[in-house]
């Protein structure tokens, strides 16, 4: 893989929602390489099908990911969560499952996740985040 950007879920929402600032930003990192969480893509997929209009948003996610790389969840992502998890109960924290499988994706795979719910990611150990909201 030769991604070196994981893109989160809510980016994915603003890029199909036609948001500016992300599509701008995405579009300056497409030639650095884009990935996207299986996970994400189950996420956006709820949204789509439950929409005014499935089928045309259903056309526009196609578009979106054929600059991605969908990366799934193997034995070591696996591995890493419930490492990950762990860690966090032993400290006190929580984070949803969901966004700590999104966040040792990215790091497992050496990507910066681009996301602007920093809060739901901070806790992650050594995981690199942009965000808009900065």
């Not at 996970?39 to 499935?54: H, M, N, T």
């Not at 890493?80 to 032993?90: D, M, P, S, T, Y």
């Amino acid at each position: 893989m030769n991604a070196r950007y994981l893109v989160d879920t809510d980016w994915a929402i603003n890029h199909l929602n036609g948001q500016t600032r992300t599509r701008q930003r995405l579009e300056e990192l497409a030639g650095s390489g884009l990935g996207f969480s299986i996970i994400s893509l189950a996420e956006v997929y709820e949204g789509i099908l439950y929409s005014r209009d499935p089928e045309k948003n259903e056309r526009g996610l196609q578009d979106f990911l054929q600059d991605l790389t969908v990366i799934g969840i193997d034995e070591e992502t696996s591995r890493l969560f419930g490492k990950e998890r762990g860690r966090l109960r032993a400290e006190g924290k929580r984070v949803a499952d969901f966004d700590l499988i999104i966040g040792v994706t990215a790091r497992q795979h050496d990507l910066t996740l681009l996301t602007n719910n920093h809060r739901h990611f901070e806790d992650i150990e050594g995981l690199r985040i942009e965000s808009l909201s900065d």
